[in-house]
């Protein structure tokens, strides 16, 4: 699937529903379970190259190992990138291409917060500009992060709609608000799922045309695993 067609199935078929993976492994269950396409989760992936999330996985490591990902499917990859680990637009838009994914997420936040809307605007508006159609952008809204309004996420997201992405992701927005961040952002939604909920489900019948499930995936199983522990001594 080319950039075009997965930017396509954002807009029409079924929604888009990606479990995050953070190795080749996980990747090819993921594909091997009739996922359209794979995401990746940036969290889970510095975990495993052992950093913590933040961004503190040097840029080079985190291409690398999404590099790998690709590498292990037949799906289309979709990469989440953090902010772009501290890589100019051109450079990070470049580097990422070259790893082969289709698509890529980036956030609107860091260390000291948000980040300055127009900054962060001007970042994606350079993505774009440099990959063309050859990536899918979904921006990422962290205002529910930071204890935000429903009126922040619309207004960031329709400015980054405008600065070139395809897709808008006000993460952890209640399932409530979604129908009005859907009808006032405009585009497609990506909603956040977890393995305790929102399913899917809810989050589609509130206007979501893609759900994904970020770090929850991998922090569920690592859960399971420690409780299994005991019974393995």
Sequence with gaps: MTAEAFRA?????????LPNAWDPVSAKIIAASGAPAVATSSGAMARVLGYDDGELTPAAEMLTAVARVVQAVDVP???DMEAGYGLAAKEFTERLLETGVVGCNLEDSGSGGLTDLAQFADYLAEVRA???ADLVINARVDVFLFQGTVADAVTR?????????????PI?????????L?????GPI???????????AELIAAGARRV???TSVHSHLMSALEGLLPSLH
């Design 9 to 17: 199935r954002h807009h029409s078929g079924p929604a888009l529903i």
């Design 77 to 79: 990859v979709t990469a």
């Design 130 to 132: 440099t990959a063309g």
């Design 157 to 169: 997201g329709r400015t980054y709609r405008r600065a070139g992405a395809d897709c808008v992701y």
């Design 172 to 180: 952890f927005a209640p399932v409530d608000v979604l129908p009005e």
């Design 182 to 186: 859907v009808a006032e952002i405009g």
């Design 190 to 200: 990506n909603a956040h799922a977890a393995p305790a909920g929102p399913t899917p």
């Design 212 to 214: 994904s499930y970020g």
